[in-house]
């Protein structure tokens, strides 16, 4: 079973500063990885994935993940949150089967003030 | 943006009736997926098709139907809706064959409420 953590429900920053979201995961094969951004009422629309290729992985919107297999983590990352970037995040890790049937985590409320 | 289209996107219906969501797709997408988001939850995976009359249950089956006839249709039928299956439900489509860790596209979503 496949299983991912997202550590804080909600997650505020100050516009220019960093933004880190933390994501957690339980594979028992390498993992395929995502995040995606939920603004709202919208659906999900795809931030960045990791496909076993490279571990730092650059996504839209100047997001960046890294994966690391020792920590089982892959952080989203992005060095000066804009006001725009407030949305909820979900990282999700695909099954071992050929599908796209995600496992999510429950999601992180990303606040930016001004 | 993907071709998928969600219909409807607001339904209010009683506790006991059932109801049917459809999924468009436009795409020619082989699979696709209904997931329900609830608060604290994330989304989980309802049911899956890959192919068309070819379908599998997920995490949160119970309760939920779908039916694929058409390689651009999904839908997902509750036989007889209670008030925990109130929720917005997604619609998501994928390529493949083969494609591991192919990326996902989402619809806009329906909200359902159940009274």
């Known amino acids: 079973a496949q299983s991912v953590t997202q550590l804080g429900s909600h997650v505020s920053v100050s516009e220019g500063a960093l933004v880190l979201l933390r994501c957690n995961y339980s594979s028992s094969v390498p993992p395929y990885l995502f995040w995606y951004v939920q603004y709202p009422n919208q659906g999900l629309q795809l931030l960045l994935k990791?496909?076993?290729?490279?571990?730092l992985v650059k996504g839209i919107n100047g997001f960046e993940a890294e994966f690391k297999k020792s920590e089982t983590s892959f952080h989203l990352t992005k060095p000066s949150a804009h006001m725009s970037d407030a949305a909820e995040y979900f990282c999700a890790v695909s099954r071992n089967s050929g599908y796209s049937t995600l496992t999510f985590g429950k999601g992180t409320m990303l606040l930016v003030s001004p | 943006d993907a071709g998928i289209t969600q219909s409807p996107r607001h339904k209010v219906t009683e506790t006991g009736t059932p109801v049917t969501l459809r999924c468009h797709q436009t795409?020619?997408?082989?699979?696709m997926y209904w997931y329900r988001q609830d608060p604290g939850h994330g989304l989980r995976l309802i049911h899956y098709s890959y192919g068309v009359k070819d379908t599998d249950k997920g995490e949160v089956s119970d309760g939920y139907s779908v039916s694929r006839s058409k390689t651009e249709d999904f839908l997902l039928t509750l036989e007889s809706a209670t008030s925990s299956q109130t929720s917005v439900y997604f619609c998501?489509?994928?390529?493949?064959?083969?494609?591991?860790?192919?990326?996902?596209?989402f619809g806009q979503g329906t909200r359902l409420t159940v009274v």
């Open positions: 990791y496909t076993s290729a490279a571990t």
């Open positions: 998501a489509i994928s390529e493949g064959p083969g494609q591991r860790g192919t990326e996902a596209f």
């Open positions: 795409e020619n997408h082989r699979y």
